[in-house]
Structures are given as C-alpha cells and as structure tokens.
C-alpha cells in the first residue's frame, strides 16, 4: 500500500489542520481534455492534448496546459481490505503518469514516479477535476492542483497545490501550498512553481506555505 502520513508538527497535534509546504492557490482555468479511458489490467489511456487547452505565457517559454482528473477513468493499483486506502494510476500528460493515493479520507498525488510521503492538508479532503501542468518549453515541470476541505465547519475552504513532476530515481514533491482565499491565487502558484520546482531538492528544501493551506 502507501507510505506514511506526512503532515507538519502542528497538523498532527490539530488534526484539521494541514500539511505544510507553500504555494499560492488558484483554481486553474477550465480545459476540454478528452476523457481517458481504462482496461482492466492495464494503465488508463491518458487524454488527447486538446490545443485549446494550452496557455503559452509569451515569456521565458513557460506555458499552461490542463487535463481532467476522474478517480474512476483511473487504474486501482493497491487497496486495503477495508477500502480506506487506495492507490491509484491515471493518465497524466505527455507521457507523464499520475498517481493518486487515498488515506484516511485524504488524499495526495505524485507525477512522474510514485514517491514514498503522503503529503496532504490536514483536514479531510477530495481533489478538483481540473490539473494544470506547468511546462518549459512543452515540457512539463510541475502540477498545479486544488484541495477541497470536505469538513463541515470549513466554510467552502481550498488549498492549492504545488506538485514537482519527477523522474526515476528522483521522486517529486510538494513544492508550495497556497490558501485558495489568497488574491490572485492560481497566478501565485504559477510564480511559484516557476521559480521554485525545477530546481527544488525534495527532502531537503522546506515547502512553501501561503496562508491557510495547511
């Protein structure tokens, strides 16, 4: 199954609170990816690139693109007997895989290769349909996504993702979480992602948090 619940000092003493790091939130922009589909012992296809999904910035070669994401378009690769934890593949984006995990009604994602840390945000949550990959020239270099806290007394809350895409033998992590409350939420994660994942060291370097995102 899935590796151990990481989550920073203070959001194991209060369990709603969430998992450090720190990133800008913003609900990236809605795209029409094309719905994957799945076999049964096989990786979910990931989506058509839809160029109308794209973003170029026009500036230093950083762009935007956007994918769905549905759990069920996805290929279950581990499951507790109980079903409260659940490992998941799903398509990603030029060729690079998504992996979802589900624990303890929480849930994490890595892009790339799978890693070893769940890192979430303390409260109980669900994930938005929507991804935005952040690319370098076409190729992407993190993933930008949205937390929704499910709790009852959250209000509606959200947190955004920073996510750094890896690569075999170097797993990603999480770079930034940023509260969706933040101004120009999503334009801050992207600033963010910009400056800090390519050359983010995961277990080395602190996450960046911004607001309640945690």
């Not at 369990?15 to 450090?20: E, I, V």
């Not at 990931?46 to 994918?67: C, F, K, L, Q, R």
């Not at 060729?95 to 890693?115: C, E, K, T, W």
């Not at 952040?134 to 209000?155: C, E, H, L, W």
Request: aromatic share 6%; with cysteine; hydrophobic share 35%.
């Amino acid at each position: 199954m899935r590796r151990p619940f990481v989550c920073s000092l203070l959001a194991a003493a209060l369990p709603l609170a969430g998992c450090s790091q720190e990133a800008p939130e913003r609900e990236p922009v809605e795209a029409q990816p094309s719905p994957a589909t799945q076999d049964a012992g096989t990786p979910a296809a990931e989506p058509a690139p839809d160029p109308a999904a794209e973003e170029p910035d026009g500036a230093g070669g950083y762009s935007s693109a956007y994918t769905a994401l549905d759990l069920e378009a996805c290929r279950v690769t581990g499951e507790s007997s109980e079903g409260a934890s659940v490992d998941y593949a799903c398509p990603g984006r030029g060729g690079i895989p998504l992996f979802v995990h589900l624990g303890d009604g929480r849930l994490d994602i890595d892009a790339g290769v799978d890693g070893e840390e769940f890192t979430t945000i303390g409260a109980f949550n669900e994930l938005g349909e929507r991804l935005e990959w952040r690319m370098k020239d076409g190729n992407p270099f993190a993933v930008i996504f949205r937390y929704r806290d499910v709790t009852p007394q959250s209000a509606g809350r959200t947190v955004i993702g920073v996510e750094k895409v890896g690569r075999p033998g170097a797993p990603g992590c999480r770079v930034a979480q940023i509260a969706g409350e933040t101004p120009d939420a999503n334009r801050v994660a992207r600033e963010i992602a910009d400056a800090r994942a390519h050359d983010f060291r995961c277990g080395t370097d602190e996450m960046r948090v911004v607001g309640d995102a945690r």
